[in-house]
């Protein structure tokens, strides 16, 4: 009895997690394929108004919460983006602690040199360890490491 209540509930995690990786979630949350393996790619590029920047993180914690999956592979895009505000910084540190228990590496692309100090912050704060990279190809790479 019990091997078959297991059987049914892999059977509907799998289905739901097929579901979820065959369409993009929004146009700034969606899977990505690395060297066979699935990395869940946010992003936050060219974000320069504080309520767009807002949305985009509380719609990241709503579906990696409501995914439930545990060893994420996440890669953050945060090119052309600017968020220096006080209001931004709290929501990314939240977001870091609502995202940790998922996420198994986190890697970062396009961060600028202010936005280096943010990312320490959030790192200090949420013991995430998000690491930052120049490219997306090495943040791949050493997320599938």
């Known amino acids: 009895m019990t091997q078959k209540i297991s059987q049914i509930i892999k059977k509907r995690d799998t289905e739901y997690e097929t579901e979820v990786k065959n369409k993009e979630i929004t146009n700034r949350i969606r899977w990505v394929e690395h060297k066979e393996k699935t990395i869940l790619y946010i992003d936050y590029s060219h974000f320069l108004d504080t309520d767009e920047t807002i949305k985009a993180i509380l719609e990241v914690n709503d579906f990696v919460k409501k995914l439930g ?20 910084v709290e929501a990314l540190k939240n977001n870091a602690l609502i995202i940790k228990p998922y996420v198994k590496k986190a890697a970062v692309v396009g961060v600028t040199k202010t936005q280096e100090v943010i990312l320490t912050v959030v790192n200090m704060f949420s013991s995430l360890r998000i690491k930052p990279f120049d490219n997306i190809d090495d943040a791949k790479d050493w997320l599938i490491d």
Do not use: G, N, P
Not at 71 to 86: F, I, Q
């Open 69 to 88: 999956k545990y060893e994420l592979l996440m890669l953050v895009d945060v090119r052309k983006s600017y968020a220096d505000e006080k209001i931004v």
